[in-house]
């Protein structure tokens, strides 16, 4: 099975910051990757699919890159809506295993 | 407007089934596949289960291969999990989610609220 390693686990950071999550894969899955925001007590919200495609409704200030085995998840300038529990899943094989999380906290 | 419900979770005892319901509305349901992620209190999502949109594929997580069975009925736009042999660690919210892409295990655009499944004794 493919595992999604991701990192970090948490992240402080203010608002205006540059932030950067990475994820990475066992073994090469192209660009099947998506990237998740989740809120406590909430069903995760699509933000990113396809490594870097950006789902409709989606603040421009989120983008992805990546292919292969590595994999960001970029937030341009923090907002305070944005903190909150970030997720990768990679969808190359038939399962769509989940990276770890990344809490994004106020510093 | 996409609306996904999920129903049936409750409390069950080690070893017990339970059968989860999804009730898909807003889109046609019988083109797109369909998938259940669960989250066990405080921890992360874990990918479970997905099935194509006729029913013809179906995949599984490592943990719940061969315990669980998922299934839909695309006459009545429902989703189905069922649990068989459950195991505390079985303990979770489940959330079934609609696949963005022509792709059985994919992105996940629509998620429903999440039904949550205890296993205690």
């Known amino acids: 099975d493919i595992q999604m390693t991701q990192s970090p686990s948490t992240l402080s950071a203010s608002v205006g910051d540059r932030v950067t999550i990475t994820c990475r894969a066992s073994q090469s899955i192209s660009s099947w990757v998506a990237w998740y925001q989740q809120k406590p007590g909430k069903a995760p919200n699509l933000l990113i699919f396809?490594?870097?495609t950006l789902e409709s409704g989606v603040p421009s200030r989120f983008s992805g890159s990546g292919s292969g085995t590595e994999f960001t998840l970029t937030i341009s300038s923090l907002q305070p809506d944005d903190f909150a529990t970030y997720y990768c899943q990679q969808y190359n094989s038939n399962s769509g295993t989940f990276g770890q999380g990344t809490k994004v906290e106020i510093k | 407007e996409v609306q996904l419900v999920e129903s049936g979770g409750g409390l069950v005892k080690p070893g017990g089934s339970l059968r989860l319901s999804c009730a898909a509305s807003g889109f046609t349901f019988s083109t797109y596949s369909m998938n259940w992620v669960r989250q066990a209190p405080g921890k992360g999502l874990e990918w479970v289960s997905s099935i194509s949109s006729s029913s013809t594929y179906t995949y599984y997580g490592d943990s719940v291969k061969g315990r669980f069975t998922i299934s839909r009925d695309n006459a009545k736009n429902s989703l189905y999990l069922q649990m068989n042999s459950l195991r505390a660690e079985d303990t979770a919210v489940y959330y079934c989610a609609r696949v963005l892409e022509r792709r059985i295990v994919g992105a996940l655009s629509s998620w429903g609220q999440g039904t949550l499944v205890t296993v205690s004794s």
């Open positions: 396809k490594a870097s």
